[in-house]
């Protein structure tokens, strides 16, 4: 895969969607097995029927960070973390907030390359 090449081997990416996700429930979430320094990359988007809830994404960089998204105002919304020290077992998660509108679906994509 082009888009692969390059990456080092504990380097993390994930995608996922999840139709209309009610409160908490996870879109996409990725697991750091070896403990560094790392960049974040985080896109999200919410496509489907028309959201109202534009700021309705959780992002955890557990046990690191935990904020709220900024509203989106573009699609894809990319969210980036140049530099967190994640410990081994640490996840990268980002879940809705509230429930979301019938018919919208959120995607979240994590890419997550170990610099240290």
Known sequence: ?????G????SVITGAAVAAPGVGVTVCQATIITPG???VEINLMVTGTAETLLNNF?????????????SLTG???RFTV????IPATGLI?????????AGSVYAAYISATRIG
């Not at 959780?58 to 960070?65: D, E, K, M, N």
């Open 7 to 10: 990456l080092a081997s504990n």
């Open 58 to 70: 959780l992002i955890v960089l557990a046990p690191a960070l935990s904020t709220s998204a900024p």
């Open 37 to 39: 320094l790392y960049a």
């Open 93 to 101: 998660r980002v879940s809705a907030v509230a429930a979301a509108t």
């Open 1 to 5: 895969m082009p888009f692969l090449e």
């Open 75 to 77: 699609v894809p919304f």
């Open 82 to 85: 140049p530099r967190v020290q």
